[in-house]
């Protein structure tokens, strides 16, 4: 971008002050956090070098689709249900992360805003929306039943309400849960064990507003109209009615309506792992990358962070962060600093740090140079232009970068000191003099 503004400006197809324009809003835009941090072809060795698992001591017979990512999957999930206990309300939905790339278990999802993608089987807190555990979904074939009771874990004989969409609903299922303490409710679809009377119902049969019950002793299906036939199964709520107030095309107040009281409770109960989603958009991290595993750990570390939200505001109601964002900013913040007592090297490199400073410190490296000149390098503040040995790294101790002056010369000449206020490599004496003396200094 920069040798096509220089060419642009040479041929006079944008003018100098359209160029400086441009220079001024670029450094307004700028985040100087990230450098400070990190450089970034530090970032990119890592990024490119990053590994979850041992890709040499896979078996040869192993057949986990998920052996990549499998470390960090089991031991998230693992503390996920370790730490937290969700409400009696509990939900059972999809989750997916987006990926277009070729991968042998990706699904497309046409119900869902990211069709195209990684799906995993979530079961959340309703109230909160906990992820409590998280089962991806790698092409492998399992039954719906068996997936659900895996999914709900200890969770089972403790008296828990399930809510789950039609894709997961039967009256099997309901009555297999129900041996196992757990009560379940959710949309039902055609042909999953209802009577006659629900399964063959259509809009004909009922006017808007009916409703066609029928119980066995322990589950109840229900048809209810509205826009539509409504089919629901449920074993924990009786065929009672409940008066809502809805909102109506053309009418300005709400207006009073009578609905079953399953689906007002599935309403409110069924967006457990909505929340998750909705939470974990609202801040991401993670990045387009040619490598799904890369993007899946992302996708967990968000999970991680939200999960860790909801039980600091579990356990600490009137705590400090009072949004998820405060709580990620802080979570940023320890992870870009170093504290001297448990990092001795960074005080080795640094530029006469103290030692016995007992607070934390920000990451010490040298940014790199800029490569146009500050404007500022002219101002004659000579207590800001101040000189100061470049940082040493992992590889060098002691490392040099060309001096501005002589590379404009076009002479080889190295210094190992930069000035702090303009980022610019420069030799101590004439070098650092004619830079912020001259306006022409080459």
């Keep these: 971008m920069k040798k096509f503004l220089a060419l642009f400006f040479l041929t006079g197809i944008i003018s100098k002050p359209e160029l400086e324009l441009y220079w ?21 060795i890592i990024w490119s070098y990053f590994h979850v698992n041992d890709n040499e001591a896979r078996p040869a017979d192993d057949t ?7 470390p960090v999957l089991d031991h998230l999930v ?10 009696q309300n509990i939900s059972i939905d999809e989750g997916m992360l987006l990926w277009r790339g070729r991968l042998t278990f990706r699904v497309y999802n046409p119900a869902k805003p990211v069709k195209y993608g990684i799906k995993s089987y979530i079961l959340a807190d309703s109230q909160s929306g906990y992820c409590w555990f998280l089962k991806p979904y790698c092409g492998v074939g399992a039954t719906v039943g068996d ?23 039967s009256v099997r299922l309901a009555h297999r849960l129900l041996d196992l303490d757990t009560h379940v409710c959710g949309t039902l679809r055609k042909f999953r064990g209802e009577p006659p009377e629900i399964r063959d119902l259509s809009n004909a049969d009922l006017d808007v507003g ?51 009281t399953c689906i007002t409770q599935y309403n409110a109960s069924m967006n457990g792992v909505d929340r998750v989603d909705q939470n974990i958009q609202y801040y991401p991290f993670v990045r387009k990358s040619v490598k799904w595993t890369k993007k899946f750990v992302m996708y967990l570390f968000q999970i ?82 101040v000189l100061s040995a470049i940082a040493g790294t992992i590889k060098k101790k002691y490392p040099s970068r ?30 650092f003099a004619t830079y912020h003396s001259t306006q022409k200094y080459y």
Aim: aromatic letters at 8%; one cysteine or more.
């Design 210 to 260: 009916g409703v066609v019950a029928r119980h066995d002793g322990s589950v109840l299906c229900i048809g209810w109209r509205d826009k539509r036939i409504v089919k629901m199964v449920t074993t924990v709520h009786q065929d009672t009615m409940t008066e809502v107030h809805v909102r109506e095309r053309g009418r300005a107040d709400r207006v009073a309506k009578m609905k079953p």
């Design 402 to 431: 060309r001096c501005r002056v002589c590379m404009r010369r076009g002479l080889r000449g190295e210094t190992r000191y930069i000035c702090q206020s303009c980022a610019v490599p420069l030799h101590k004496g004439e070098c």
């Design 304 to 385: 991680a962070i939200y999960n860790s939200f909801i039980i600091y505001k579990a356990r600490n109601p009137q705590g400090k962060y009072k949004t998820l964002l405060d709580f990620t900013l802080d979570i940023i913040h320890s992870w870009i600093t170093v504290h001297p007592d448990n990092d001795s090297s960074d005080n080795d490199s640094s530029d006469g740090g103290d030692d016995n400073d007992g607070g934390a410190q920000p990451v010490q490296h040298t940014p790199r140079a800029p490569a146009r000149d500050p404007g500022t390098r002219l101002d004659k503040k000579a207590k800001k232009h």
């Design 24 to 44: 001024s809003t670029n450094e307004i835009l700028s985040t100087p956090i990230f450098s400070k941090v990190m450089p970034r072809n530090r970032f990119e």
């Design 78 to 87: 693992t503390k996920f249900r370790e730490l937290y206990n969700p409400g």
């Design 64 to 70: 986990d689709r998920l052996y990549k990512v499998r």
């Design 147 to 169: 997936t659900v009771v895996e999914l709900l874990g200890r969770l089972v004989n403790q008296g828990y309400i399930l809510y789950m969409d039609n894709y997961y609903n």
